[in-house]
């Protein structure tokens, strides 16, 4: 710092005021520049180029102790060796510019590496390609002025993306998530020709990941990462990786404490994890795989949010870019240093063949003899050897100078053959073949640079494929999905509803996470929250679970109203509310009163009788109120009017059946998943009773119902849809054992729901190719390819009788590669062969 900023003018004494109004931003400068924030032109905050640095300067193809690398960089970087050695570990673990020996700790289990004396190191042959040359280099010097240390290292690789970069400053932080090595390198490549590219994370420790709000990693995007969880049996699931920035231990935990909170019921969790990331989850009895899947992503570290924000240093500042414009800027980077390169190397080929010119006419025109001649001085010497070249300048592209001939001089004179000068020759003409392919380089530089990366990624793109799948992530409502783990009980008389009233009624079993609709005998509706004592108003009727947006669920009303004495029905839903609001269902009167509730979870509408008072002028004291009349409205409604005389009791004559529709249900063959929200495939019009047919891959049925919180895996789903007890199945499948394929037409003969029933001959390698439900269905084969193609129609109600599901099924024809299989579903207008020809 200067000296001003420490001291006030005119005095000598410290100013404190200027201290506090200069070092503050000084330090924030110095920890944004120096500490914290990426580089835009090689990626590197400083301790990392400096680490690299040190590491050139050692480098002798061998293995280096890191804590001899870590007492190297401590001449250029200015902090102690604890963090020269974190920030060294931490690009050995990235397994890009650095290789390893000993035990450097695993990222997916959080093990630290060893102590800096038991593990070894050295720079990777791709970070001796890409990352270092002296002759591009920009100098300066250390922070002691002993050293030259490299402003930035000649990167001629995106490595800010493929490694990504953590950091937080003062006032400012960085987050730049880690790309695919080979993705990359293509995009590179298609920069550079012009088109369009898209770069999406990959992380080394695998999972899934949803790419939809990634925003080019810019400040406001995220990412949702998640872990590969599968079904290893029905009480069994096991986690196979991790996401990224989760350690198994960490994840662990988190799946104890949600299951300790009752969000999850499981009996055990073991880390199994060794060369691959292995974590066990047994269920407790009677728990859905499917929800405890749902409920892990929702409640624990299987899912993570990541919020990216690509900050870099470029120019002295700090700059907010998104990944297609850092890929654009290390790309046009790379093409300037290539740039460089060759013109370097164009400037010493044409020094060397005019040295070697020289040379060769040197010795071809017998120039040497001037050194056997007797000059007076050494001068003379150097003179004559000067003028004898004159002659022969029109050859050169460059003026002899002293050095040239004093370099001449220096060379041992022999006795010379026409093989040297032949061999001189030979020289030149390689050297102007190497100028000319330089010059071409430089004239097609864009051309030159494509190559470059081409090579890049035929030597070191193997085994560097995406690690992390890209796929969206379906929306999970914890509510749907959180295990019921206290109890709510309700005081009628008080207005009280609760978990902790376990002396008054029990209503049901809930989750924490749950909301609970309470309806009054005064008309109030309200919505709160699960607590332990909630005061709701006296005379409680009804208390239920709430589930929002549901349409189904109709409550069924009469009340009178307070200020006319009118009674009136109504039939209402109640899908959106605020939270903890009072809801006036009836007219508004204080004195209004709720003679008649119902809640029905399917539109039914009851009959209900009602008596008037005995002392009412109406002539007929009873009547039957039928509540199907009724149009479903608005929970704010008025409703119709019952009577306007007074009403002494009603009473439930006759209960209702549904006047709703049955549930439309959609299969989201994206996520797997069954909906109501009209996404994917239209399955049909669902009542309670009915049931969803599944057909898998592997040569299985199950029969479901429609719980939307189910799971199918669309990549082995082969068939889903409305189950029809009557309707026969048609299955085309290939039998490994002889070669061929195998049809066979069964009805489902099991009532069990939700278990799988393998329907074809058992063999890992059988696999199910065409399945119908078709009343005639007509196989559509088609071999060969090219002019080769045949087709041919087989009418299978007619070939094969119906058998029971567990028979093996008649051979339909042997295996063919080249063969597809569909159906046809109307019948053909022309007779076609019933057989394979």
């Not at 002296?134 to 490299?150: H, I, V």
């Not at 050169?396 to 060379?411: G, S």
């Not at 709160?528 to 947006?549: L, P, Q």
């Not at 994206?670 to 898998?696: A, C, M, P």
Request: proline content about 3%; some cysteine.
């Amino acid at each position: 710092m200067a000296d001003n900023h420490f001291f006030t003018s005119g005095d000598s004494t410290t100013g404190v005021q200027g201290q506090y109004r200069t070092w503050f931003l000084d330090y924030a400068s110095y920890v944004i520049l120096e500490r914290a924030v990426p580089a835009l032109l090689d990626g590197l905050k400083p301790v990392q180029r400096r680490i690299l640095h040190a590491m050139k300067e050692m480098d002798d193809g061998r293995f280096n102790k890191v804590a001899n690398i870590i007492g190297q960089s401590m001449q250029y970087h200015p902090h102690g060796d604890a963090s020269i050695g974190d920030a060294l570990v931490n690009l050995g673990q990235k397994d890009l510019l650095i290789d390893t020996q000993g035990n450097w700790g695993d990222v997916r289990t959080g093990d630290v590496a060893a102590a800096s004396r038991y593990i070894e190191a050295r720079l990777s042959k791709f970070a001796l390609e890409v990352a270092f040359n002296a002759k591009t280099t920009n100098w300066q010097l250390s922070y002691d002025g002993r050293k030259q240390e490299p402003i930035h290292l000649p990167m001629k690789f995106p490595l800010l993306l493929a490694q990504g970069a953590d950091g937080i400053a003062v006032g400012l932080s960085t987050k730049i998530l880690p790309h695919n090595f080979c993705e990359l390198i293509e995009a590179s490549i298609k920069h550079l020709k012009g088109k369009k590219f898209e770069l999406f994370p990959d992380f080394q420790t695998g999972g899934m990941i949803d790419v939809s709000q990634y925003q080019q990693g810019k400040r406001g995007g995220k990412v949702r990462v998640r872990a590969n969880i599968e079904e290893l049996d029905k009480k069994t699931l096991v986690i196979k990786s991790v996401p990224y920035g989760v350690t198994t231990g960490t994840l662990v935990d988190s799946i104890i404490k949600a299951n300790d909170q009752g969000k999850i019921k499981i009996k055990k969790v073991t880390d199994a994890t060794a060369k691959e990331v292995e974590i066990q989850i047994e269920l407790a009895p009677g728990i859905s795989t499917d929800i405890t899947i749902d409920a892990l992503y929702a409640f624990t570290d299987c899912e993570v949010s990541i919020s990216p924000n690509a900050c870099v240093i470029f120019d002295n500042k700090p700059r907010f870019l998104g990944v297609d414009e850092l890929l654009r800027n290390s790309v046009d980077h790379t093409k300037s240093l290539l740039h460089q390169e060759l013109t370097i190397k164009l400037a010493e080929l044409e020094a060397k063949w005019h040295y070697t010119s020289l040379e060769k006419i040197f010795f071809e025109e017998k120039i040497y003899q001037e050194l056997e001649k007797k000059h007076n001085t050494w001068e003379l010497v150097l003179e004559a050897i000067e003028k004898a070249f004159v002659p022969f300048q029109k050859q050169l592209k460059q003026k002899v100078t002293r050095e040239d001939v004093l370099k001449l001089t220096e060379k041992p004179v022999r006795r010379i053959y026409k093989l040297d000068i032949d061999d001189l020759i030979r020289q030149i003409q390689g050297i102007e073949a190497e100028i000319k392919q330089v010059k071409f380089d430089i004239e097609h530089l864009n051309d030159f640079t494509i190559a470059y990366y081409e090579n890049l990624l035929k030597k070191f793109g193997k085994g560097r494929e995406r690690k992390t799948e890209i796929k969206p992530f379906d929306h999970i409502k914890v509510q749907q999905v959180a295990i019921a783990n206290t109890k709510i009980y309700v005081n009628r008389q008080e207005g009280f509803i609760g978990t902790s009233l376990k002396k008054d009624e029990f209503i049901t079993d809930c989750s924490d996470l749950d909301d609970i609709i309470v309806f009054t005998r005064r008309g109030i509706m309200k919505v709160v929250k699960v607590g332990e004592k909630v005061f709701i108003g006296k005379d409680i009727i009804h208390v239920a679970i709430f589930r929002k947006n549901d349409e189904r669920t109709t409550y069924n009303m009469i009340y009178v109203d307070g200020a006319s004495g009118v009674s009136y029905g109504k039939r209402f839903n109640v899908t959106g509310i605020t939270r903890d609001k009072e809801y006036d269902l009836t007219k508004g009167s204080d004195k209004s009163k709720v003679h008649y509730f119902t809640a029905n979870a399917n539109g039914e509408a009851e009959v209900v009788k009602i008596q008037l008072s005995p002392n009412c002028t109406a002539r007929n004291k009873e009547l039957d109120f039928y509540f199907e009349e009724l149009e479903i409205k608005g929970r704010s409604s008025m409703g119709n009017q019952v009577t306007k005389y007074p009403i002494r009791s009603i009473k439930l004559k006759e209960k209702g059946k549904s006047t709703l529709e049955g549930i439309k249900v959609w299969f989201d063959e994206q996520f797997g998943r069954l909906n109501t929200d009209e996404k994917g495939k239209y399955l049909g019009t669902f009542e309670s009773e009915d049931k969803i047919l599944v057909i898998y891959k592997d040569g299985s049925y199950e029969l479901t119902d429609t719980e939307l919180t189910q799971r199918f895996d669309p990549e082995k789903v082969l068939m889903i849809e409305q189950y029809d007890a009557d309707s026969v199945i048609t299955a085309v499948y290939y039998d490994h054992e002889k070669s061929q394929f195998t049809i066979k037409r069964f009805k489902i003969e099991t009532t069990t729901l939700k278990t799988q029933y393998r329907f074809i001959k058992d063999g890992l390698e059988n696999y199910v190719v065409a399945a119908s439900t078709e009343e005639t269905p007509i196989l559509i084969v088609q071999t060969g390819r090219g002019a080769q193609v045949r087709k041919a129609k087989f009418k299978v109600a007619k070939m094969v009788e119906i058998m029971g599901w567990k028979a093996i099924g008649a051979k339909l024809m042997d295996f063919t590669k080249s063969v597809e299989m569909q159906w046809e579903v109307t019948e053909p207008a022309v007779d076609q062969p019933e057989l394979f020809e």
